[in-house]
T-cell receptor, first 117, second 111 residues
């Protein structure tokens, strides 16, 4: 069965600290997609990144970086030099990409990040 | 490009009533998915539509239904509302095979 686990329910850091959000997934498929979304207090989910199961390259986008390791079924997200505006709930999600579709996302429970000034 | 729009944004209903929520996808996106978000269960997949056909369905009772129109707009319907149906209902659209973009959601309160 598919499952996404975000063990950290809440994290609180002080501005400029680095923070890593953990994500562990379970799937039997060899083809799948992993995602991170951000949900600020306004409620709208904001897409951050998508990786497919065949691409284990780490990715960096500004202060954000992602570490994908199939050996440990993990897809962790690091924010470098955190800012108050990073405060939000972050969700990791999995799609098994059936028939090319990624419209069936399995979400983790989310990690609430609070960045204090 | 305009984002995903959902109407209404807020809704209050009483138990036993039914409700219809609407979602207009980003122009050119033909895939629309619906999710329910509650504090207890988190984000759960309801269903996905592509070209007016339901492609996937989550583990929800038959009271939850949806449809998609030829212009890709989608509606979801919940009949015989229960208190536990109170939630944020999120709609997402995508070109098939790509990441989804979410709307602001409809906050449904069942009294």
């Amino acid at each position: 069965a598919q499952k996404v686990t975000q063990a950290q329910t809440e994290i609180s850091v002080v501005e400029k600290e680095d923070v890593t959000l953990d994500c562990v997934y379970e799937t039997r498929d060899t083809t799948y997609y992993l995602f991170w979304y951000k949900q600020p207090p306004s409620g709208e989910l904001v897409f951050l990144i998508r990786r497919n199961s065949f691409d284990e390259q780490n990715e960096i986008s500004g202060r954000y970086s992602w570490n994908f390791q199939k050996s440990t079924s993990s897809f962790n997200f690091t924010i470098t030099a955190s800012q108050v505006v990073d405060s939000a709930v972050y969700f990791c999600a999995l799609s098994e990409g059936y028939g090319g579709s990624q419209g069936n996302l399995i979400f983790g429970k989310g990690t609430k990040l609070s960045v204090k000034p | 490009k305009a984002g995903v729009t959902q109407t209404p944004r807020y809704l209050i209903k009483t138990r036993g009533q039914q409700v219809t929520l609407s979602c207009s996808p980003i122009s050119g996106h033909r895939s629309v998915s619906w999710y329910q978000q509650t504090p207890g269960q988190g984000l759960q997949f309801l269903f996905e539509y592509f070209s007016e056909t339901q492609r996937n369905k989550g583990n929800f009772p038959g009271r939850f239904s949806g449809r998609q129109f030829s212009n890709s707009r989608s509606e979801m319907n919940v009949s015989t509302l229960e208190l536990g149906d109170s939630a944020l209902y999120l709609c997402a659209s995508s070109p098939l095979g790509n990441e989804q973009f979410f709307g602001p959601g409809t906050r449904l309160t069942v009294l």
